[in-house]
């Protein structure tokens, strides 16, 4: 792409498959035999699920065509993604460089530039498999997987959870309709062409080997949505679990420590003293200080 040429929609429905970032290990990340195709992309972040019940909407355009701080970019591009929800009476809003709706993260999205042309990727979510998702996640313990099943569905939604599902015909009329609105452009409809398709398979070349040691991207435990981590961590043979949400704690559990409410700690702040200040109400204070510590160092609180 150069400059002034015209704006490109790729839109397409995948099948399913669970997509890595380029420094993600499968070893540490999923289960030994993942029953589905599993990938990964030159780019970084964590693993991702994609699957025919998602429409993918990547918009690639000029440079110029974008606003010039590339924070802006998300607001831009996905503008005519936000006006088929609202249209649909779907009150989706825009956080950071997500799509959230009711309190709960609805899409990611994503945005790089290559050569002279910007790209800002997001998707449709209609159905997310909550369960299946799980199912390929390496997992401690049942009760690690139990935990984020729960968490999956406080924090992602999809437009099943609202409203009945479009067809997808209708679907990708809407979205081009509002994105007339939006940027006021006429629509060519095409596919790719064979050379087309040779080029794309050329992004094998980017990827970095395979990492098959046992590094994962969040330590001990992994990333539900933007700050909020799932992590469960073996301290001289006692379990610690911690769920934490927008840097406070959600649920916590010590194995250690019979009849400690998972919900704790959830009006403590995230320093020793004040955990173990909480903990000591069911154990001796050296103990309390002992578990806080573990507690500390098996959450995550941010990337």
Same mark, same amino acid.
């Given at each position: 792409?150069?400059?002034?040429?015209?704006?490109?929609?790729?839109?397409?429905?995948?099948?399913?498959?669970?997509?890595?970032?380029?420094?993600?290990?499968?070893?540490?990340?999923?289960?030994? +035999?993942?029953? /589905?195709?599993?990938?990964?992309?030159? %780019?970084?972040?964590? @693993?991702?699920? #994609?699957?025919?019940?998602? &429409?993918?909407?990547?918009?690639?355009?000029?440079?110029?065509?974008?606003?010039?701080?590339?924070?802006?970019?998300?607001?831009?591009?996905?503008?005519?993604?936000?006006?088929?929800?609202?249209?649909? +009476?779907?009150? /989706?809003?825009?956080?950071?460089?997500? %799509?959230?709706?009711? @309190?709960?993260? #609805?899409?990611?999205?994503? &945005?790089?530039?290559?050569?002279?042309?910007?790209?800002?990727?997001?998707?449709?979510?209609?159905?997310?498999?909550?369960?299946?998702?799980?199912?390929?996640?390496?997992?401690?313990?049942?009760?690690?997987?139990?935990?984020?099943?729960?968490a999956l569905r406080q924090n992602i939604t999809c437009w099943a959870d609202h409203a009945s599902l479009p067809d997808w015909d209708w679907l990708s009329m809407m979205y081009r309709r509002a994105a007339v609105g939006q940027f006021g452009w006429r629509w060519e409809q095409s596919v790719?062409?064979?050379?087309?398709?040779?080029?794309?398979?050329?992004?094998?070349?980017?990827?970095?080997?395979?990492?098959?040691?046992?590094?994962?991207?969040?330590?001990?435990?992994?990333?539900?949505?933007?700050?909020?981590?799932?992590?469960?961590?073996?301290?001289?043979?006692?379990?610690?679990?911690?769920?934490?949400?927008?840097?406070?704690?959600?649920?916590?559990?010590?194995?250690?420590?019979?009849?400690?409410?998972?919900?704790?700690?959830?009006?403590?702040?995230?320093?020793?003293?004040?955990?173990?200040?909480?903990?000591?109400?069911?154990?001796?204070?050296?103990?309390?200080?002992?578990?806080?510590?573990?507690?500390?160092?098996?959450?995550?609180?941010?990337?």
């Amino acid at each position: 792409m150069q400059p002034g040429d015209t704006p490109v929609v790729v839109w397409g429905r995948p099948a399913a498959h669970f997509c890595l970032g380029q420094h993600q290990s499968a070893q540490a990340e999923l289960v030994a +035999a993942p029953h /589905v195709p599993v990938l990964r992309r030159p %780019l970084g972040g964590g @693993g991702v699920w #994609l699957d025919s019940q998602q &429409a993918c909407v990547v918009l690639v355009a000029p440079r110029e065509w974008f606003p010039h701080r590339t924070r802006d970019w998300y607001a831009h591009a996905l503008a005519p993604v936000v006006c088929v929800y609202q249209e649909q +009476a779907l009150a /989706v809003n825009q956080v950071e460089q997500d %799509l959230w709706l009711a @309190g709960r993260k #609805l899409a990611g999205s994503g &945005a790089a530039s290559i050569g002279h042309a910007g790209l800002v990727g997001s998707s449709f979510l209609l159905k997310f498999p909550f369960d299946e998702f799980a199912r390929l996640i390496s997992s401690p313990s049942q009760g690690f997987s139990e935990w984020l099943q729960a968490a999956l569905r406080q924090n992602i939604t999809c437009w099943a959870d609202h409203a009945s599902l479009p067809d997808w015909d209708w679907l990708s009329m809407m979205y081009r309709r509002a994105a007339v609105g939006q940027f006021g452009w006429r629509w060519e409809q095409s596919v790719l062409r064979d050379d087309e398709r040779a080029a794309c398979a050329t992004w094998h070349e980017e990827l970095v080997p395979e990492e098959f040691g046992t590094k994962k991207t969040v330590p001990y435990g992994i990333k539900v949505r933007s700050a909020c981590f799932l992590t469960e961590r073996v301290w001289d043979g006692q379990k610690v679990r911690v769920l934490t949400r927008d840097g406070h704690f959600e649920r916590v559990w010590l194995s250690a420590v019979l009849h400690l409410p998972e919900t704790a700690l959830q009006n403590c702040a995230a320093l020793p003293g004040e955990v173990a200040e909480v903990l000591a109400q069911w154990q001796p204070a050296d103990l309390a200080q002992q578990y806080a510590e573990q507690v500390m160092a098996t959450a995550c609180f941010s990337d």
